[in-house]
């Protein structure tokens, strides 16, 4: 556990330079692709309405677009291309190129009329596109687009295949494609529940893979583990969740863990914990990190396991205020966070990937590992 603190004090940190306008940085995400002679790019959406693209190197802004009405939830990048998505309470989601410097955007994908978004995601093969709205009247819809790029298209418009609308009761928080399994989708919503698709299949109905209840209000979801079968969840009272869709074929039950405040379970060895921020998923040594922060922009991180959250080491010295926001990029083992300093921060050591992996050998290895079994299908539905 020493080597993890000492890997984590010894991290280079490189924040972006003071904007002109202080915006709170809402969301981040980064390229998939990288070409040598232009390196990758970081896109950040900010709480001014605007989305920005930054060098991941240098942390410069190389541009910003600004093109919804109203406000904005979520920033993706594609998985094969350098194309940027962002979602609005608008009724759209719309493509930016990232490597061009237009003001408008290079396709549109309307909604319903009634449609607000406040979450959204593509899949791992760029095809589909998924967002989730508020709840109007009686309805908080999952609303999917064709996204592929079609040549002959005489606009670049796109209007809905359809929508799921018997999945939430109330708006749709959060939505998450696997990251290999194109047809795998998970969502989560402020009625507590987090639902897991197979898209492929025929109707909403026979779609609905599994029901996980949360308790709480979704506030994160994500995948981890191998073939990315497990999925965490936070809410907005600063609880966790982890189910483990192996077991859906068997008679065990798929929680393995469900804790209502980690601020009341979890003691910090410096500050205290005011609220999670997400999940770090390092698919290298199978492990799933939980970060958590201060107010005053001290990042810590827990490790997960079936005996509960550990703290790890704590992050200062990046940010000043609250942060709202991360992304983790395991290609080159770096961290992106964001918060209401107006500050994008990258964290990024050589050695971090060779020091977690050997301490948390020695650490950890008094805990069962979960057994995978790569044959295992998402076939019987369950809820918990």
């Known amino acids: 556990m020493e080597k993890i603190e000492e890997c984590f004090v010894n991290l280079h940190i ?8 202080p915006t709170y940085v809402l969301g981040i995400d ?6 040598a002679e232009k390196g990758s790019l970081v896109a ?25 009405p109203g406000l904005l939830h979520g920033i993706r990048f594609a998985n094969c291309c350098d194309s940027v998505y962002s979602a609005s309470t608008d009724g ?7 490597r061009l410097a237009g003001k408008k955007p290079v396709q549109l994908f309307k909604g319903y009329p009634s449609n607000v978004f406040i979450s959204f995601d593509i899949n791992c093969n760029d095809h589909v596109i998924c967002a989730g709205t508020e709840k109007v009247d009686d309805d908080a819809l999952l609303v999917f687009w064709d996204a592929r790029v079609n040549s002959e298209a005489l606009s670049t418009t796109r209007d809905p295949l359809g929508t799921y609308s018997e ?17 795998m989708l998970v969502t989560g919503s402020t009625d507590g529940l987090v639902n897991v698709f197979d898209i492929s299949a025929d109707d909403e109905e026979h779609s609905l893979v599994t029901t996980c209840n949360s308790t709480s209000s979704v506030s994160c979801i994500g995948w981890f583990g191998r073939e990315y079968k497990q999925i965490y969840c936070m809410t907005h009272d600063e609880g966790f969740c982890w189910w483990d869709l192996n077991h859906l074929d068997t008679e065990e039950p798929i929680t393995c863990l469900n804790i209502q405040d980690v601020r009341e379970i979890v003691s910090m060895k410096e500050d205290n914990l005011d609220y999670l921020i997400g999940g770090l998923y390092h698919e290298k040594i199978d492990k799933l990190f939980v970060i958590g922060g201060t107010h005053t922009g001290r990042i810590h991180l827990m490790t997960c396991t079936r005996s509960g959250l550990t703290p790890v080491t704590s992050l200062g010295r990046g940010h000043a205020a609250t942060v709202r926001s991360l992304c983790w990029d395991g290609r080159d083992s770096a961290l992106l966070t964001g918060g209401e300093d107006a500050r994008l921060v990258l964290w990024k050591s050589g050695g971090l990937e060779s020091t977690l992996k050997d301490s948390m050998k020695r650490t950890f290895s008094e805990h069962q590992k979960v057994l995978i079994d790569s044959n295992n299908s998402y076939k019987r539905r369950k809820k918990q």
């Open 167 to 183: 999945a939430h009761s109330d708006d749709i928080t959060q939505v998450c494609f696997h990251p290999r399994n194109p047809n």
């Open 44 to 68: 950040v959406l900010c709480s001014n309405g605007s989305i920005r693209i930054y060098d991941k190197e240098t942390l410069n802004v190389l541009q910003e677009f600004s093109g919804h």
């Open 14 to 21: 490189k924040c972006s330079s003071e904007s002109k306008e």
């Open 30 to 35: 980064s390229s998939k692709t990288v070409q």
């Open 92 to 98: 759209t989601v719309k493509c930016w190129d990232a």
